[in-house]
């Protein structure tokens, strides 16, 4: 089975431009995460999507982040604009379902905001 | 909001030694996730504890649940170089979100 897949693997940008991240699940996961890991921190999740649909959003800060997965298959993460303390691995994860199942996680998009 | 600690930050064994890991949870926990990662990398899904007093291994990779003191440990065996890495525990704050906040993660290096 596939993985998690997630591009791009780095990505330096200067503060106030915009960057997206890409995202495909692994085939059949209906459920969705997006997670921003600062490095020596453990993960924290931005928002949580079942199907196309948003379930949890409540973490994203949404004057600067957006996100989509409009046909409940891939799902983009938006910044703009950027700041220095976006500098994270923003990391997706992918569920069969929401409760009691295991998250996979993709390799991450490891950003840089100079 | 739910706060999971782990301990320690920092770990540096001798290749062959055994070791522990515990992640202590502010609230109740309803289902607990342990997690490796390797810098640059994404989580790798170890083991998931849903009991209280549930144990589960993997390999040389043991973890055990404890529901009433809302905690619980990972105990590695005879470490090896491989095992060197970030473990992270993971937990679901009503058990049934399937939304995981985290531990700040505990580093391990293994000497060879």
């Known amino acids: 089975e596939a993985g998690v897949a997630q591009s791009p693997r780095y990505k330096i940008i200067e503060k106030r431009q915009s960057v997206a991240f890409w995202c495909n699940p692994i085939?059949?996961?209906?459920?969705l995460y997006w997670y921003q890991q600062i490095l020596g921190q453990g993960p924290k999740l931005l928002i949580q999507?079942?199907?196309?649909?948003?379930?949890?959003d409540s973490q994203l800060p949404k004057d600067r982040f957006s996100a989509e997965r409009l046909k409940g298959v891939d799902s983009t993460l938006k910044i703009q604009p950027a700041k220095l303390e976006d500098s994270a691995v923003y990391l997706c994860?992918?569920?069969?379902?929401?409760?009691?199942?295991?998250?996979?996680f993709g390799n991450g998009t490891r950003l840089t905001v100079t | 909001s739910q706060e999971l600690e782990q301990s320690p930050q920092s770990l540096i064994v001798q290749e062959g030694k055994n070791l522990t890991i515990n992640c202590t949870s502010s609230?109740?926990?309803?289902?607990l996730y342990w997690y490796k990662q390797k810098y640059g990398e994404g989580l790798i899904f170890l083991m998931m504890?849903?009991?209280?007093?549930e144990e589960k291994s993997h390999e040389k990779i043991t973890a055990k649940l404890d529901e009433k003191k809302q905690q619980s440990s990972l105990h590695i065996t005879a470490s090896q170089p491989s095992h060197a890495g970030i473990y992270l525990c993971?937990?679901?704050?009503?058990?049934?979100?399937?939304?995981?906040?985290f531990g700040q993660g505990t580093t391990l290096q293994v000497k060879p």
């Open positions: 994860a992918s569920s069969l379902g929401p409760s009691g199942r295991a998250l996979h």
């Open positions: 085939s059949g996961h209906a459920t």
């Open positions: 999507f079942q199907n196309n649909g948003v379930v949890d």
């Open positions: 609230k109740t926990l309803y289902g």
């Open positions: 504890l849903q009991k209280g007093g």
């Open positions: 993971g937990a679901d704050g009503r058990g049934n979100t399937g939304k995981l906040i």
